[in-house]
C-alpha cells in the first residue's frame, strides 16, 4: 500500500483540553463578533444563490444540518478581492437558500498560518470528550496551513476546533495538530461517521492520492488506506467528500441499494480548462473504498461548479452547494472591482445515483425544494411548434425559474433543425444569453454565453454542451426531455432530465437580461412543449436596511459560558473580544 512519504505523524492525544490561552490572529481591518455587512443591490449580485457580503469567497466548508438549520462556512478573505488571508466565514439558513450572514466563525492562529477547507460533524455521542452535557457539540476538522516570510508554502496539517453553540463560536483544541506533516500540500480532510467510528478523506494534492484515516474521538488518527491515481489528475486533487448515497430505481423512483460515493476536485486541468469536480461511485467498509467500475464522471457540463460539499446530518437524498466560479478566472470577474464581492454558491442539490439509459451509472444532482423561492407565475403554455416570450423587467430579484418539458418525438423524424431554444436577452444592450436542445443525432443540449460582453478574458470558455439521450433503443420511437433553468443575474444553473445532467454557468452581461423566450422549432408531428415561467423572490431584500446594507445576524450574547438555544451567536472564545 501506498502510504506517501511526507506523512510524519498522527498526534497521540488523550484528555479534554480547554482552549484557554490558544492565540489567534486577527486582521485589525476583520470585524470580530459581528458579521461582515454587505451591500446586495449591485445588478450581477444573485438574490436567490448565496454570495458573502464582500470580499473573496471560494471553496464551501464544514456544511452541516442541525435542528432545522443548514450551516454553510467557507474560504473567505474579507481584506481583499481574491484568494489569501483565509478565515472560515459562515451563514445559515432554515431552507437552504435564505441566508443570514453570522460573524467570521474561524481567525487564523497565527499572522502567517491561514485556516484552509475541511469539515463539521455533530458529535453527538461526546466520542471527543468535549460536550459532557451536550449532543450537539460540533466539531470542525480543518487544513491549517503555514506559509513563510518569503510567501513560499510551509506545513500543511490537520486541526480542530469545537463549539458549544451549534457551530455559531468555535475553540480551537490546544494540542492541535491532530495530523502532523512536513508537506505543504496535504489538505481538505471531510470526516464521516461510519457505524462505530470516524472516518476521514484527505487530500495528498500533488501525490495524486486521497488518504483514508480513521477515529474513535476526532483527536486521535490512524491511517488506514489510500485511494490513489484515479479519474483525471490535473495537476493536484483537492476538497475530496465521502457520502453514502441511495440507489434509485429509474422507473419508479424507489431505494433498492445504496453506495458510497467520492467526489474529488482537480485544479487545474479540466477538460474545459482549470478546475472541475469528478466523482466515483463504489462500496466503502470503513477502511477502504472500492470503485465499481473505472469510469471517471464528471458532476457538470460546464465550467463553473467547483469543490462541492455535502451537509453533514442530512437524512435521504444527499444535500450539497459548490462553489460557483472557476480558478482560471475567479480573481477576474467583474463582480469585484464593481460591486465589491467575488464568488456565490451554486444552487442547493439533492443527488441520488441511478442507472440511465445507454450510460449506466448516474448521480442525479435535483434542485432542491425551491418552494421558499418561488414568486409569481410568469407565463405558462402548451405548444407544438412555436414560442412564448416574456418580459421579467418588473421583476424585483431579476431571477427567474424556467421548465419545458418536451414529449411525444418520434426521434426517426427529428432533424438536424429540430430544437428547443431558451434564450435571455437585454433589450438595452442587445446582449443575449442563448441555450437548448438540438434533438437530432444525441441530442445535445448546449449553453452560449458569448453573445455576452461584461466580461473578457481568454479563459472565459463561452460554449457547453453534453449528450443528453434517454431513449433505451433505436426501437424506442419516441422520447421525452426536461429542462429547468435559473437564472440569477450574473449566474446560470440548468438540470437536464431532473438533474441527470447539470451545468452551471457565469454570465455577466453589461446590461440585465429581461427578456425570456422559449421556442420550439422543427418538431415532427405529435410532439409537445409545455412551458412555465416563473418569478424568483430575492432572498437578500427584506434583510436590508434603508441604506440598502445586510448586517447579518448582529445578536448580543455573553461572551463566555454556554449560550441558551434561543441565544447563539456569541463572539469567538479563541482568545480575542471586541
Known amino acids: ?156 496539517t490537520q486541526a480542530i476546533a469545537y463549539s458549544h453553540d451549534e457551530g455559531y463560536t468555535f475553540q480551537y483544541y490546544a494540542q492541535n495538530p491532530v495530523i502532523n506533516s512536513t508537506s505543504s500540500q496535504f489538505r481538505d480532510p471531510k470526516v464521516i461517521r461510519y457505524e462505530d467510528h470516524w472516518a476521514m478523506v484527505v487530500s495528498y494534492a500533488q501525490e495524486f492520492a486521497l488518504g483514508i484515516f480513521t477515529s474513535t474521538d476526532l483527536k486521535q488518527w490512524t491511517w488506514a488506506s489510500n485511494f490513489t491515481n484515479h479519474g483525471l489528475l490535473g495537476t493536484q486533487y483537492e476538497c475530496p467528500n465521502l457520502v453514502k448515497m441511495p440507489v434509485r430505481d429509474p422507473k419508479s423512483g424507489a431505494v433498492v441499494d445504496e453506495k458510497y460515493v467520492i467526489t474529488l476536485s482537480v485544479q487545474p486541468g479540466a477538460p474545459l480548462g482549470g478546475s472541475i469536480t469528478q466523482y466515483f461511485i463504489g462500496d466503502f467498509n470503513g477502511t477502504h473504498f472500492a470503485t465499481v467500475d473505472a469510469a471517471t464522471r464528471l458532476t457538470d457540463f460546464a465550467k463553473d461548479n467547483y469543490a462541492a460539499q455535502f451537509f453533514y446530518g442530512v437524512e435521504g437524498n444527499p444535500i450539497s452547494l459548490g462553489w460557483a466560479s472557476n480558478w482560471q478566472y475567479a480573481q477576474q470577474v467583474p463582480t469585484g472591482n464593481n460591486e465589491g464581492w467575488r464568488s456565490a454558491m451554486t444552487l442547493p442539490r439533492a443527488s441520488y445515483l441511478t442507472k440511465s439509459p445507454r450510460i449506466g451509472w448516474n448521480m442525479v444532482d435535483e434542485i432542491y425544494d425551491a418552494k421558499p423561492i418561488m414568486g409569481e407565475s410568469l407565463a405558462t403554455k402548451t405548444m407544438g411548434n412555436g414560442s412564448v416570450t416574456v418580459d421579467y423587467a418588473d421583476v424585483e430579484s431579476g431571477a427567474i425559474y424556467v421548465e419545458a418539458n418536451v414529449t411525444g418525438i418520434d426521434v426517426a423524424k427529428a432533424g438536424s433543425f429540430t430544437t428547443l431554444n431558451l434564450t435571455f436577452t437585454s433589450p438595452a444592450s442587445g446582449e443575449s444569453l442563448r441555450s437548448g436542445f438540438y434533438f437530432g443525432g444525441d441530442n445535445p443540449f448546449f449553453v452560449d454565453r458569448g453573445q455576452l460582453r461584461g466580461f473578457d478574458n481568454v479563459f472565459f470558455t463561452d460554449k457547453f454542451s453534453v449528450a443528453d439521450v434517454y431513449y433505451e433503443s433505436a426501437a424506442d420511437k419516441t422520447a421525452s426531455w426536461r429542462v429547468q433553468a435559473v437564472l440569477d443575474r450574473s449566474m446560470y444553473e440548468v438540470f437536464l432530465d431532473g438533474g441527470r445532467h447539470a451545468g452551471t454557468v457565469l454570465v455577466y452581461p453589461t446590461q440585465p437580461l429581461t427578456v425570456v423566450s422559449v421556442a420550439a422549432r422543427d418538431l415532427p408531428a405529435g410532439a409537445q412543449v409545455s412551458v412555465a415561467i416563473w418569478s424568483l423572490k430575492s432572498t437578500w431584500a427584506g434583510m436590508a436596511n434603508e441604506q440598502g446594507t445586510v448586517l447579518g445576524n448582529v445578536t448580543t450574547t455573553p461572551t463566555s459560558g454556554k449560550a441558551p438555544a434561543s441565544k447563539r451567536h456569541m463572539i469567538y472564545e479563541g482568545g480575542f473580544s471586541t
Open 1 to 156: 500500500m501506498l502510504f506517501p512519504r511526507f506523512l510524519l505523524s498522527v498526534a497521540a492525544l488523550s484528555g479534554v483540553t480547554a482552549a484557554q490561552g490558544v492565540s489567534t490572529y486577527v486582521n485589525p481591518a476583520v470585524p470580530t463578533g459581528t458579521p461582515v455587512p454587505g451591500n446586495y443591490t449591485g445588478p450581477l449580485r444573485p438574490q436567490v444563490h448565496y454570495s458573502p457580503p464582500a470580499g473573496f469567497m471560494n471553496d464551501p466548508n464544514g456544511m452541516f444540518y442541525l435542528n432545522g438549520v443548514f450551516h454553510l462556512y467557507y474560504q473567505y478573505n474579507p481584506t481583499g478581492l481574491g484568494a489569501g488571508n483565509q478565515h472560515w466565514g459562515h451563514a445559515t439558513s432554515k431552507d437552504g437558500y435564505t441566508w443570514e450572514n453570522q460573524q467570521i466563525a474561524l481567525f487564523p492562529p497565527e499572522e502567517k498560518q491561514y485556516v484552509f477547507s475541511g469539515s463539521v460533524v455533530v458529535d453527538a455521542n461526546n466520542t471527543s470528550g468535549f460536550f459532557p452535557d451536550q449532543d450537539n457539540g460540533v466539531v470542525a476538522i480543518f487544513t491549517l496551513a503555514r506559509y513563510n516570510e518569503d510567501g513560499s508554502g510551509g506545513p500543511q
